[in-house]
């Protein structure tokens, strides 16, 4: 098998991006094109190395691919946030952060049955005494779909370590 006949299959050991480099660049530092890390090319041996069709590698079927990674001054912007861990993680953290939890009464109507006090009942339970910061009354006024009218109506909003 000569070497230019042979490419070498690899993964970034960071981001786990596949990449297929021909033989001859083995030992050769790259820059990821995914996560931009800069990683050596492997050594071929046979878990990494896959025969080329002769005539596929050929100078007339071979195309240069030139790369662009971008380069950024600073750290880049953060497209995907994280969503705030469940409120059972948070409390496992160590240090607790304060967070606010709003309760409407409209929300907690089930068949014309009013659950508002059980639902703030339960949720101040499951906080705990102890986390509880502050809870204050708020109004509100929202669309009755049915009666197509503004009804004002009430909650509470709790502040609470978790």
């Not at 070497?3 to 021909?22: A, G, L």
């Not at 009666?147 to 609470?160: A, E, H, P, S």
Request: aromatic residues 4%.
């Amino acid at each position: 098998m000569s070497e230019t006949n042979m490419d070498i299959t690899f993964m970034c050991p960071n981001c786990r991006q596949e990449m297929v480099v021909d033989s001859a660049d083995a030992g050769r530092d790259v820059d990821c094109p995914a996560c931009g890390s800069t990683i050596t090319i492997p050594e071929a041996d046979p878990a990494n190395v896959r025969q080329l069709n002769p005539i596929a590698s050929s100078a007339a079927a071979k195309e240069d691919r030139h790369y662009s990674v971008p380069v950024h001054e600073a750290p880049s912007e953060v497209l995907i946030q994280k969503p705030n861990p469940p409120l059972d993680a948070a409390a496992k953290e160590g240090e607790k952060k304060l967070r606010i939890k709003s309760i409407r009464r409209v929300d907690c109507m089930e068949v014309g049955h009013d659950l508002f006090d059980q639902k703030v009942t339960e949720f101040l339970e499951h906080i705990g005494e102890g986390n509880l910061v502050n809870i204050s009354t708020l109004s509100y006024t929202h669309m009755d779909m049915a009666t197509r009218q503004l009804i004002t109506d009430y909650g509470v909003m709790i502040v609470y370590k978790g």
